[in-house]
C-alpha cells in the first residue's frame, strides 16, 4: 500500500490540527494503520494506532485524551485530529501501515514498533509554538 500524509503546519500552543493519511493500492481496510512521529535529535516513537476496521484504537500516554485517530475506508483515508496541543508535541509525523487480519481479535495485533510496519508515507511537519 502507498501511503501520503498531510495536515502538518504550524499552530499555538493549545490550538488544533488533523492529520490525513491517504492510501492506494490495496483494499485499505486490510491494514492497520498508525502515526509515529520524530522530533528533532529523537528517535521515532508510537503515536496512534487503529484496527483495519476502525472500531479499535491504541494510543501513547503522551498523547492520550488530546489526539483522536479515525479512519474512512471508503475513502481510503485515516486521520489523526489532535487537539490541545502543547510544544512539545513537535514533530515529524508518519503514517504507516501493515497488514490486518479482521479474523484475528484486535488484541492480538497491535504492534508498536516501526520495525513492525512495512509502508510509510513521507513525513509531514507539525510545529507548536509556545
Known amino acids: 500500500v502507498q501511503l501520503q500524509a498531510s495536515g502538518g503546519g504550524l499552530v499555538q500552543a493549545g490550538g488544533s490540527l488533523r492529520l490525513s493519511c491517504a492510501a492506494s493500492?490495496?483494499?485499505?481496510?486490510?491494514?492497520?494503520v498508525a502515526w509515529f512521529r520524530q522530533a528533532p535529535g529523537n528517535d521515532r516513537e508510537f503515536v496512534a494506532a487503529?484496527?483495519?476496521?476502525?472500531?479499535?484504537?491504541r494510543y501513547a500516554e503522551s498523547v492520550k485524551g488530546r489526539f483522536t485517530m479515525s479512519r474512512d475506508n471508503a475513502k481510503n483515508t485515516a486521520f489523526l485530529q489532535m487537539n490541545s496541543l502543547k510544544p512539545e508535541d513537535t514533530a515529524v509525523y508518519s503514517c504507516?501501515?501493515?497488514?490486518?487480519?479482521?479474523?484475528?481479535?484486535?488484541?492480538?495485533?497491535?504492534?508498536?514498533?516501526?520495525?513492525?510496519?512495512?509502508?510509510w508515507g513521507q513525513g509531514t511537519l507539525v510545529t507548536v509554538s509556545s
Open positions: 487503529i484496527s483495519g476496521s476502525g472500531y479499535s484504537t
Open positions: 493500492g490495496r483494499t485499505f481496510s486490510s491494514v492497520g
Open positions: 504507516a501501515a501493515r497488514s490486518w487480519d479482521r479474523t484475528v481479535a484486535a488484541a492480538r495485533q497491535w504492534k508498536y514498533g516501526q520495525q513492525d510496519y512495512n509502508s
